[in-house]
């Protein structure tokens, strides 16, 4: 493909963001509506999913196209090996300007000291432009805050905190000179919660706007917090969705759009505390299952696409509309050839979990099966661990809001042990490992 027809490449990945706040979720409408038209003009990947759902260790996933312990960033707070082949690099070499914007995470964290959240060049994966904080939830609060730029130095962050990073990322989509094709992330913290202040922090009047919303189904019969975070969790999914159409706008206006590829994601989603005494961290869908939506290429045209894919595919597809070849180290297959028609998605995902638990999950359309292994720190220390017991079993058919454990059900071993000769395959090609699953004892 030549550099002058290339197209440029802007990827927005929120936080924590769960797949049904779009509209085909069928619950929570009307609070995307630029993501939901979008997504009716262009593709939605019904059935995305984080391959660790963790902030950090997630995102490694997105910058090497591996999965997180083979980059080492297994928890958060670990630092993302500078020589590590990361997208940003191979998108410089072939002519692109990169340009990173919002949250980064990727750093090692030595202290809650918003002076250190800097990110020194070398580290910075292969990205020319930069506007960023390393933990943005610990130098901004809803209002206030701040990034860092190219120098390491602070520049401040205005209006709400989506808004206020959102314009960094105009800054450069203006000042592009168009000589050749850019890639942009944009790394959003909506709708994440605040960690100093434990609550979740729409825009001004959330709690109003959204105060009736129905919630989704695992939500309105598990415990957690979502009686008090709902409202505003969903009021900063619609200020992202704002800004979604901001960058839309300013690449209409400077006559890019047509020429540009529009990804939209998020890291992990948010079950409110539900499943453990955190908001993600488990294998249940409110944890795994994220948003994916595609415009612009081979993504025109209003297609909802069923198939099964991982979070760990979005480095190959960026750099396959990109006309580039895909390393044989990545693990993901390409989407933009799966809305083509020329491969089919995936047959099963898989996630790692950590911090909570230590944990491995395999799902297909109609099976969740997950095990776990350790405790808590457990979890923290160690990338992976010589025997896990089974803990989950879904059927996601009868079941899709995993609201009934099936592991202990006799009728299902054979479902059990068939998953598990599979999740131990996976472990075996990217773990290099041969784990003890011990089985539980059917009732």
Same mark, same amino acid.
């Not at 943005?136 to 805050?145: D, P, V």
């Given at each position: 493909?030549?550099?002058?027809?290339?197209?440029?490449?802007?990827?927005?990945?929120?936080?924590?963001?769960?797949?049904?706040?779009?509209?085909?979720?069928?619950?929570?409408?009307?609070?995307?509506?630029?993501?939901?038209?979008? @997504?009716? =003009? +262009?593709? !939605? *990947?019904? #059935?995305?999913?984080?391959?660790? %759902?963790?902030? $950090?260790?997630?995102?490694?996933?997105?910058?090497?196209?591996?999965?997180?312990?083979?980059?080492?960033?297994?928890?958060?707070?670990?630092?993302?090996?500078?020589?590590?082949?990361?997208?940003?690099?191979?998108?410089?070499?072939?002519?692109?300007?990169?340009?990173?914007?919002?949250?980064?995470?990727?750093?090692?964290?030595?202290?809650?000291?918003?002076?250190?959240?800097?990110?020194?060049?070398?580290?910075?994966?292969?990205?020319?432009?930069?506007?960023?904080?390393?933990?943005?939830?610990?130098?901004?609060? @809803?209002? =206030? +805050?701040? !990034? *860092?730029? #190219?120098?390491?130095?602070?520049? %401040?962050?205005? $209006?709400?905190?989506?808004?206020?990073?959102?314009?960094?990322?105009?800054?450069?989509?203006?000042?592009?000179?168009?000589?050749?094709?850019?890639?942009?992330?944009?790394?959003?913290?909506?709708?994440?919660?605040?960690?100093?202040?434990?609550?979740?922090?729409?825009?001004?009047?959330?709690?109003?706007?959204?105060?009736?919303?129905?919630?989704?189904?695992?939500?309105?019969?598990?415990?957690?917090?979502?009686?008090?975070?709902?409202?505003?969790?969903?009021?900063?999914?619609?200020?992202?969705?704002?800004?979604?159409?901001?960058?839309?706008? !300013?690449?209409?206006?400077?006559?890019?759009?047509?020429?540009?590829?529009?990804?939209?994601?998020?890291?992990?989603?948010?079950?409110?505390?539900?499943?453990?005494?955190?908001?993600?961290?488990?294998?249940?869908?409110?944890?795994?299952?994220?948003?994916?939506?595609?415009?612009?290429?081979?993504?025109?045209?209003?297609?909802?696409?069923?198939?099964?894919?991982?979070?760990?595919?979005?480095?190959?597809?960026?750099?396959?509309?990109?006309?580039?070849?895909?390393?044989?180290?990545?693990?993901?297959?390409?989407?933009?050839?799966?809305?083509?028609?020329?491969?089919?998605?995936?047959?099963?995902?898989?996630?790692?979990?950590?911090?909570?638990?230590?944990?491995?999950?395999?799902?297909?359309?109609?099976?969740?099966?997950?095990?776990?292994?350790?405790?808590?720190?457990?979890?923290?220390?160690?990338?992976?661990?010589?025997?896990?017991?089974?803990?989950?079993?879904?059927?996601?058919?009868?079941?899709?809001?995993?609201?009934?454990?099936?592991?202990?059900?006799?009728?299902?071993?054979?479902?059990?042990?068939?998953?598990?000769?599979?999740?131990?395959?996976?472990?075996?090609?990217?773990?290099?490992?041969?784990?003890?699953?011990?089985?539980?004892?059917?009732?």
């Amino acid at each position: 493909m030549e550099q002058s027809k290339r197209p440029n490449i802007v990827f927005v990945l929120s936080d924590q963001q769960r797949w049904d706040t779009l509209s085909y979720g069928g619950v929570v409408e009307g609070v995307t509506p630029n993501l939901d038209r979008l @997504a009716q =003009e +262009g593709t !939605l *990947f019904e #059935n995305c999913f984080s391959a660790q %759902p963790v902030c $950090g260790p997630s995102r490694a996933c997105l910058q090497s196209g591996r999965y997180a312990t083979e980059t080492g960033n297994f928890v958060n707070g670990k630092m993302l090996p500078p020589d590590t082949d990361c997208i940003a690099k191979r998108m410089k070499e072939a002519g692109y300007d990169t340009a990173y914007v919002g949250k980064w995470h990727l750093m090692e964290e030595k202290e809650i000291d918003p002076s250190g959240w800097d990110v020194p060049p070398q580290y910075r994966a292969g990205y020319d432009y930069w506007r960023v904080s390393n933990l943005l939830e610990f130098t901004s609060h @809803a209002y =206030e +805050g701040y !990034l *860092f730029n #190219n120098d390491n130095e602070k520049v %401040p962050i205005r $209006g709400y905190r989506a808004d206020g990073v959102t314009d960094y990322a105009l800054e450069y989509i203006e000042k592009h000179c168009g000589d050749r094709p850019f890639f942009l992330m944009l790394s959003l913290l909506e709708p994440h919660h605040q960690n100093d202040e434990r609550r979740f922090c729409g825009p001004d009047g959330s709690k109003e706007q959204y105060a009736n919303y129905p919630m989704p189904v695992d939500l309105q019969n598990l415990s957690g917090d979502q009686q008090e975070g709902f409202a505003d969790y969903l009021g900063a999914c619609n200020r992202l969705d704002w800004n979604v159409g901001r960058i839309e706008e !300013l690449l209409k206006r400077q006559g890019m759009w047509e020429n540009t590829i529009f990804l939209c994601t998020s890291d992990h989603g948010c079950h409110f505390k539900t499943r453990n005494s955190e908001y993600k961290r488990s294998c249940h869908d409110a944890s795994i299952h994220v948003p994916l939506v595609a415009h612009g290429g081979p993504f025109q045209g209003g297609h909802s696409i069923g198939d099964l894919v991982s979070l760990v595919d979005i480095p190959s597809t960026i750099l396959s509309v990109a006309g580039m070849q895909i390393p044989t180290s990545y693990r993901g297959i390409a989407l933009d050839q799966v809305a083509s028609g020329n491969i089919q998605g995936r047959e099963y995902v898989f996630s790692q979990i950590s911090e909570a638990v230590c944990g491995r999950c395999v799902r297909s359309k109609k099976w969740k099966y997950s095990v776990e292994s350790g405790s808590e720190q457990d979890s923290w220390e160690h990338p992976s661990m010589p025997y896990y017991q089974e803990r989950y079993l879904y059927d996601l058919e009868k079941d899709p809001h995993e609201l009934c454990n099936l592991i202990h059900e006799q009728e299902y071993e054979p479902v059990r042990k068939e998953l598990q000769k599979i999740l131990l395959e996976w472990i075996k090609e990217v773990e290099g490992e041969t784990p003890k699953i011990l089985t539980v004892k059917s009732e």
